[in-house]
């Protein structure tokens, strides 16, 4: 099954997929302009790649950002099942796994790695 998962945030959505059952690959993040551009790139992505489920971090310790990440799901387009996974500490542990190979934090790599992370453990569990 080809999986997706994304780190929502303010300014970048990391984007990371699975093709295969056991390699999570991060792919570029999306700028956000505006949350409907956001949302369009986003649908365009899972239907150029064929995904089949959409795997989305949720972050069990902001409310704030929960209510942020419910409200731009439902901009998207999804006719493919989606679930939500624990995404706690993912952009820490993504900035840790980075150190010392990033100077700049807004290209998206970081955001895309948190994905990854994320995916990961979906998979896992």
């Not at 956000?32 to 089949?52: C, G, M």
């Not at 387009?77 to 100077?103: R, V, W």
């Not at 994905?115 to 453990?121: G, N, P, S, T, V």
């Amino acid at each position: 099954m080809k999986l997706c998962s994304i780190d929502i945030g303010l300014k970048r959505i990391g984007v990371a997929i699975s093709l295969t059952a056991d390699l999570v690959t991060p792919q570029n993040a999306i700028l956000r302009k505006n949350r409907n551009q956001a949302a369009n790139d986003i649908n365009a992505f899972l239907k150029e790649w064929e995904i089949e489920k959409l795997i989305i971090g949720y972050p069990s310790a902001s409310p704030d950002m929960q209510k942020r990440i419910i409200h731009f799901v439902k901009l998207l387009e999804l006719n493919i099942p989606y679930e939500f996974q624990e995404e706690n500490m993912s952009s820490i542990e993504a900035e840790e796994l980075m150190k010392g190979d990033i100077k700049y934090k807004r290209d998206g790599r970081v955001d895309s790695l948190a994905a990854k992370i994320i995916l990961e453990r979906y998979l896992n569990t």
